[in-house]
């Protein structure tokens, strides 16, 4: 339905994941012990994209006939892979939450996925849609957006790449790809450049590792 009636556009930047990446290596096995879930990219950029949303509030939103309907929460989907297909369970107030809340809340929704544990409402009323095809070690993916919702983002695999740096050196940087997938009846591509570009922003700056993080 989504597909055949929302005229889809994409997007996609390259990010640079190189402090994340060490950053999970380094803390992993203390935030497992201390919060009972596992420390993933995953969690990081599904934070990031509930604080962007802040800033350009249409992601966060659906089209009912011809009418607009802004979210009031961010209520994010995550993607999971189960022996059916897909399931997208609901991280309910995702803006609300934090590093460690975000990753535990992945987690517990995933288990119950793969379980088939889920009730109805887990995967109702989303607003916006994570998915990582990176798992399967793809590079890009052009999602499909989830009906009604107007966007969803798609992680790519994380690879080491050769890059140019700021002082006009060279080094080798953890890169990842995040695709915008976008209903062009409601946003155009000047907008989604500025969503994805403020995620790339949160992933850079240091509020994002949080005070339950840095006291680990």
Same mark, same amino acid.
């Given at each position: 339905?989504?597909?055949?009636? !929302?005229?889809? !556009? ?12 060490? *950053?999970? $290596? &380094? ?11 596992? %420390? ?10 509930? &604080? ?19 979210? $009031? ?22 803006? &609300?939450?934090? %590093? ?11 288990? &119950? ?6 009730? /109805? ?16 070690? !793809? ?7 989830? *009906? /009604? =919702? ?29 695709? %915008?997938? *976008? ?11 500025? *969503?994805?570009? =403020? ?8 509020? %994002? ?8």
């Amino acid at each position: 339905r989504s597909f055949y009636q !929302a005229p889809h !556009a994409s997007l996609v930047i390259e990010v640079d994941v190189t402090n994340i990446v060490k *950053f999970i $290596k &380094k803390q992993k096995e203390r935030f497992l012990e201390k919060y009972g879930s596992k %420390l993933t990219i995953t969690s990081f950029v599904a934070l990031a994209m509930a &604080k962007a949303v802040h800033s350009y509030p249409l992601i966060n939103a659906s089209l009912e006939d011809n009418t607009i309907l802004l979210k $009031k929460f961010v209520h994010l989907g995550i993607a999971v892979s189960v022996d059916e297909g897909v399931m997208v369970p609901v991280i309910r107030q995702a803006e &609300k939450l934090s %590093l460690s809340e975000m990753s535990q809340k992945i987690a517990a929704l995933a288990e &119950k996925s793969r379980a088939s544990k889920l009730h /109805p409402d887990d995967t109702q009323n989303g607003s916006i849609t994570l998915t990582n095809f990176g798992i399967a070690k !793809a590079k890009i993916g052009i999602p499909i957006i989830r *009906f /009604p =919702e107007v966007a969803i983002v798609g992680m790519g695999a994380i690879e080491k790449k050769v890059v140019a740096l700021e002082d006009d050196t060279i080094g080798i940087r953890s890169m990842m790809h995040l695709s %915008l997938t *976008f209903d062009h009846r409601v946003l155009d591509g000047l907008y989604g450049c500025g *969503f994805l570009a =403020e995620i790339k922003q949160q992933l850079k700056q240091q509020e %994002l590792f949080d005070s339950d993080i840095k006291n680990l």
